[in-house]
């Protein structure tokens, strides 16, 4: 890693075996997901049936009360919606050499800023959705780019600063949330309900969020293809000193990614807020930014691709309660499901990662020698 530029972040991009051709690069990308998916959910059932529940009960119970009838897929698009948008964050740091942690707390920061602008103005709805969803992605996009401008100009890294941040960002939205903007005579933390005018509708079954989230997905889809900005991110993140040689601004664009990265978790956060809960209560996204680590990973960095695995961990989420009411199992069985899918996604990069730290110390005792 260069003193003055980000690290490479290996996720599969390039083939380390360029000479199969790019087509089993693409087979590779689509294939780990899946069977990390499956070896997920199998040592999960070995778990469900040290409980006394037989697995394919228990997770036919979980598949149906997520997908059995309209109010399910509601519930499943809700809850797969702020996904995608932290899965979209933490790809898009990706992308630049960059593992922003912190989306969390961009997004809680998002969410109490969005709902501020959703109860504190009176206009007409035209201009107050836009304008709170923009307030709570700019104070994502802030909270982001402290982490940003430290990794550009102090070389500090991003995955510390990030986690920081998280801790101050919940602090910070509890603080807020029980004093200045705690809605009156309530002895509940949270504050008043957005204005009817920053609501984001639902249209029969379908959350206009989730809609939004989806044309979000496919432009930074065609964005990071297609665009120059888009190679500028990809390039640096492949290798800042070749970026860096061919004139472009490495530290410029280090900062510009992570406030990008923290406005698409803020837009998580803002439409968690003004179409789901319709205001903040603290603790009501927790966990939403850090299963946007695993949705990344599982997306292999494709924008497009975080729209099947959000919606997979939407399904899981969804019907997790219903596994404890109708079969006893506890839902935090899903927790381990997911934990153990970011595990058996994240091994070949981790492993490949290893050994490519082994080599490069073998390559110097060498020459040394």
């Not at 986690?163 to 949270?190: G, H």
């Not at 993140?237 to 860096?244: D, F, K, S, T």
């Amino acid at each position: 890693m260069s003193s003055d530029g980000p690290a490479q972040t290996d996720l599969g991009f390039t083939d380390p075996n360029p000479t199969l051709g790019p087509k089993y690069g693409r087979v590779k990308g689509v294939a780990i997901p899946i069977v990390s998916v499956f070896l997920a959910f199998a040592v999960g059932g070995i778990l469900i049936y040290f409980q006394g529940v037989n697995p394919l009960t228990a997770y036919r119970v979980l598949f149906e009360s997520a997908l059995g009838d309209s109010e399910g897929y509601l519930r499943v698009m809700q809850k797969s919606t702020p996904l995608i948008f932290t899965g979209l964050a933490v790809v898009v740091g990706l992308r630049v050499g960059l593992f922003n942690i912190g989306a969390q707390g961009q997004l809680t920061v998002a969410a109490i800023g969005a709902a501020w602008a959703g109860y504190n103005f009176d206009l007409p709805a035209i201009i107050h959705l836009p304008f709170a969803l923009g307030f709570g992605m700019l104070c994502g996009a802030a909270w982001a780019s402290i982490a940003g401008v430290l990794r550009a100009y102090r070389n500090v890294s991003e995955v510390i600063t990030t986690i920081m941040l998280n801790s101050i960002a919940i602090a910070l939205v509890d603080y807020l949330a029980s004093r200045p903007f705690k809605e009156p005579d309530q002895p509940l933390s949270r504050t008043p309900l957005v204005s009817d005018s920053a609501v984001f509708a639902t249209f029969g079954s379908i959350p206009s969020g989730f809609v939004i989230a989806l044309i979000v997905s496919l432009f930074f889809g065609w964005f990071l293809i297609r665009t120059t900005e888009g190679f500028r991110f990809n390039t640096v993140g492949l290798n800042p000193n070749a970026a860096r040689y061919a004139g472009i601004s490495v530290k410029r664009t280090v900062v510009l990614a992570m406030a990008v990265s923290g406005a698409l978790a803020g837009m998580g956060g803002a439409v968690e807020t003004m179409g789901v809960v319709g205001r903040f209560e603290p603790g009501f996204n927790a966990g939403l930014g850090f299963d946007g680590i695993t949705i990344a990973l599982l997306a292999r960095a494709n924008p497009i691709a975080t729209i099947p695995a959000a919606i997979l961990v939407g399904i899981l989420r969804t019907g997790a309660n219903s596994l404890q009411f109708e079969t006893g199992i506890e839902p935090e069985v899903v927790d381990v499901i997911l934990a153990l899918t970011l595990l058996f996604v994240a091994a070949p990069i981790v492993s490949r990662y290893i050994f490519r730290i082994n080599a490069k110390r073998k390559s110097k005792s060498g020459a040394k020698s």
